[in-house]
Every structure is written in structure tokens, then in C-alpha cells.
């Protein structure tokens, strides 16, 4: 009547497809974002050694905060872009193991009570 192998086979290859897509979509934003922190490092950069410093650490005032600041968030912007899709993931294998162990537990509930064999039966002892 209904093979539970067909049910298992199409959720693997859902699960396959949809983490293939979601993890190029990731790669996508990593990618966006890294192209973001790169750009703003070269304007970060550029403009003290454009001046003639040649040591960035020792001459400050040559600096530029905005686009000091502009760099420092868009590296916290790419680091929550990583940050998020780990707790997407995390909460999707949760989501994933809370459905499983839950079907595991209603598929031994249904055996125990729907089997009509006499040999199947709850012993007493293990009742109470």
C-alpha cells in the first residue's frame, strides 16, 4: 500500500537539493561580502600610503577614520553573513533530529498498539 522507502528517498533528495541551493547561496553572500571587506581595505589603505607613509602603524594622523570605520563594518558584516547561516543550519538539524526522534517514537507507539499478533504484548512488570 505505501512504501515508507519511497518517503525516505524523496526527503533525502529534497534535503540534498535544498542544502546544494542554500549552500550556494551562501557561498553567493561570502563571496559579496568579502568582495565588500576587500574594497574597503584598499580605501582604508590607500589613502596613508598615497600620503608617502610607509608605515601605517607609526603615522596616525595620516589615517582616515570614516574609512577606517567603513572597513571595520564591513568585516562585521561578513562575519555575521558566516554567523547567520551557522545558526540557520544549526537550528535546521535541530528542527531535523527533534522530527526524527519524534517519528521514531510514534512509529514504536503505533507497533506496540496496532500489532495483532498475541506474541506482541506489554509485559505487566515493565508497566509499572
Known amino acids: 500500500?505505501?512504501?515508507?522507502?519511497i518517503l525516505t528517498t524523496l526527503a533525502g533528495l529534497g534535503?540534498?537539493?535544498?542544502?546544494?541551493?542554500?549552500?550556494?547561496?551562501?557561498?553567493?553572500?561570502?563571496?559579496?561580502?568579502a568582495t565588500k571587506v576587500e574594497e574597503a581595505e584598499k580605501r582604508a589603505y590607500s589613502l596613508?600610503?598615497?600620503?608617502?607613509?610607509t608605515d601605517e602603524r607609526n603615522d596616525r594622523?595620516?589615517?582616515?577614520?570614516p574609512a577606517l570605520?567603513?572597513?571595520?563594518?564591513?568585516?562585521?558584516?561578513?562575519?555575521?553573513?558566516?554567523t547567520r547561516f551557522r545558526a540557520v543550519w544549526s537550528f535546521v538539524w535541530a528542527v531535523v533530529a527533534m522530527v526524527g526522534g519524534?517519528?521514531?517514537?510514534?512509529?514504536?507507539?503505533?507497533h506496540v498498539f496496532n500489532e495483532h499478533e498475541p506474541t506482541l504484548t506489554i509485559p505487566t512488570s515493565a508497566v509499572t
Open 69 to 82: 570605520f567603513d572597513l571595520y563594518s564591513k568585516q562585521i558584516a561578513k562575519y555575521q553573513v558566516e
Open 61 to 65: 594622523k595620516n589615517l582616515d577614520l
Open 15 to 33: 534535503a540534498a537539493v535544498g542544502g546544494t541551493i542554500v549552500g550556494f547561496y551562501q557561498r553567493w553572500l561570502e563571496r559579496k561580502a
Open 48 to 53: 596613508a600610503t598615497s600620503a608617502g607613509v
Open 102 to 110: 519524534l517519528t521514531v517514537l510514534l512509529i514504536g507507539v503505533w
Open 1 to 5: 500500500m505505501f512504501d515508507p522507502t
